[in-house]
């Protein structure tokens, strides 16, 4: 890949955010996923403060912002 290809490919790429919704069987029913401003504290706080309910148990593989969620529960999966 040549300079000007990684350059234009970085400049069509958004930070996005993803949510499952899961049944009690753990498989996926629902998933909501949203472009954000960057992965950021306050941006990520906003997202999951509009679209995930309080209850929610929130799951993260590495984004440790977004498990910090308040009202949230935080599990790891490993």
Known sequence: MSRRDA???L?????FVAAVAKNHEG???????GVVEGLRKTELAAWAAKLIHPDSIVVSDSLHLL???PGASSTRPW
């Open 7 to 9: 350059r234009t490919t």
């Open 27 to 33: 498989h996926p029913i629902a998933l909501r996923m």
């Open 11 to 15: 400049a069509n790429t958004a930070p």
């Open 67 to 69: 498990s910090r969620y």
